[in-house]
């Protein structure tokens, strides 16, 4: 996300730190050249990091081209910015192992690096060591911390910066940073992903139900508003199904502050104790027929309507928060103008804060309107099969120029090699009658 020597579209260029970052990155490749990679590499490390549980990939999979990959070191690293401190985190993990670990204030090549810890073992033996930064060990209460994490809670496929969420020694305050960006800030959305919480979201935001209400409006989907309905649950369940009415008010009524959600195929229903009432907050969609005003659930609206509907509480924080939302694959489900115009909108607005990473098939978001030369990227596989990713800006071309055309005739790679398709006699295997 760094720019490079060009000038256009300065408003994608955030300082920060005094580095200047972009707000904006699409990904390009041909199915299986591993663009969608990047977004779940740093998916795996968002979950590794939030829940401390090593994901099955990253014990399971390996680069099959490499008959010894599967005993290979696996690294992942990251810099980024939190509180307007750059931090440098990587983890490197091999046969289930972390086998180092470390977390540094980033001098960004500019000065020396400072290490807040560092975690190192061993495949072959149980060698497990962590070394905290000065401030640790000199603390009277902190320093007793590290010989207590090693001996007495680290597992050696835990990372130390799981455990950083319950230290309360002001001196661990860096460490938590570091790990409330991997926790708040760094948002994967998948193809599957669902926003939680969203009815809450829109009952009790107001700027954000308008803004919903105004993205869905000038979308044309027909939506006039977004309504928000609290149903008893004995209602929403029903006679048949008395046994869910049951148990969820057994929750609630144990634990009258939660809330309590129920995933259905296409939408999300809140239960919550209203009044000592367990009641089920349902949304719904108003449109305008000839006939009158109808409404709508979100299993009644359309797969696209839907998929718009899973990107605004991420488009809405983009705009006000200094959050990094990594999107696969982004024009699933979604009208290529459509979602044109909402990249377009994020694109053209000056006063976001947060990044925008995604990748896609679209050809129609090409356009050197909306993105800077050094926002595109395109990821294609090399001989020995690893994915390289490589930028637009990389081919100085001008701004002006079709880059759109320039993609779909193979100028800049990133697309499928199609072969003579005219020798594709695909009829041969047609069954006679």
């Known amino acids: 996300m760094l720019p490079g020597r060009i000038t256009r579209l300065a408003h994608h260029v955030y300082s920060d730190s005094g580095v200047d970052i972009l707000k904006i990155n699409a990904m390009y490749g041909a199915n299986g050249a591993g663009k969608s990679n990047l977004i779940k590499s740093l998916t795996l490390l968002h979950d590794f990091i ?3 549980e090593l994901p099955i990939e990253l014990l399971t999979q390996s680069f099959k081209f490499d008959p010894e990959a599967r005993t290979k070191d696996i690294y992942l ?21 972390i086998i180092e670990e470390e977390l540094q204030i980033s001098g960004l090549n500019k000065k020396g690096d400072i290490v807040l810890f560092r975690r190192t073992d061993s495949v072959s033996d149980n060698a497990l060591e962590v070394e905290f930064a000065q401030e640790v060990t000199e603390d009277k209460e902190a320093g007793l911390f590290p010989l207590f994490l090693k001996n007495e809670v680290l597992k050696r496929n835990t990372p130390v910066l799981f455990h950083m969420a319950s230290r309360k020694n002001k001196v661990f305050d860096l460490y938590k940073q570091a790990l409330q960006w991997f926790v708040i800030d760094l948002v994967p959305i998948m193809p599957d992903y669902k926003p939680q919480g969203l009815v809450l979201q829109l009952e009790t935001d107001s700027s954000f139900r308008l803004f919903a209400v105004s ?4 979308f044309n989907t027909g939506i006039l508003d977004i309504l928000i309905e609290n149903i008893p649950i004995e209602d929403f ?10 148990r969820i008010s057994a929750e609630l009524r144990a634990n009258p502050e939660k809330v309590r959600p129920f995933q259905t195929d296409n939408e999300e229903i809140l239960f919550v104790l209203i009044n000592g009432k367990v009641v089920a907050k349902r949304l719904y969609f108003l449109h305008e027929t000839d006939g009158g005003k109808v409404r709508f659930t979100a299993d009644e609206e359309s797969d696209g309507t839907r998929r718009l509907l899973d990107y605004l ?3 809405y924080s983009a705009i006000n928060n200094k959050r990094i939302f990594l999107i696969d694959e982004i024009e699933r489900s979604i009208h290529p103008l459509l979602i044109k115009e909402l990249v377009k909108k994020f694109s053209f ?3 976001t804060s947060g990044q925008l990473i995604f990748s896609t098939h679209e050809s129609n978001l090409l356009d050197q309107e909306i993105f800077r030369q050094d926002e ?4 294609e596989k090399n001989k020995s099969g690893a994915t390289e990713i490589y930028s637009l800006s990389e081919f100085k071309e001008h701004h002006t120029i079709d880059i759109r055309k320039g993609y779909l005739t193979g ?3 990133g697309i499928p090699f199609l072969g003579n398709l005219k020798d594709l006699n695909w009829d041969q295997y047609a069954q006679a009658d």
């Open 349 to 351: 607005d000056s006063a």
């Open 313 to 315: 509480p991420a488009f």
């Open 411 to 413: 100028r800049y790679g």
């Open 50 to 52: 939030r829940t401390g």
């Open 237 to 246: 369940f029903g006679e048949d199904d008395r046994h869910q009415t049951e």
């Open 215 to 218: 993205v869905m409006k000038s």
């Open 77 to 97: 690293g990251v810099e980024f910015i939190k509180n307007d401190l750059p931090f440098y985190y990587g983890i490197t993990i091999n046969q289930g192992i």
């Open 376 to 379: 595109i990227w395109f990821a």
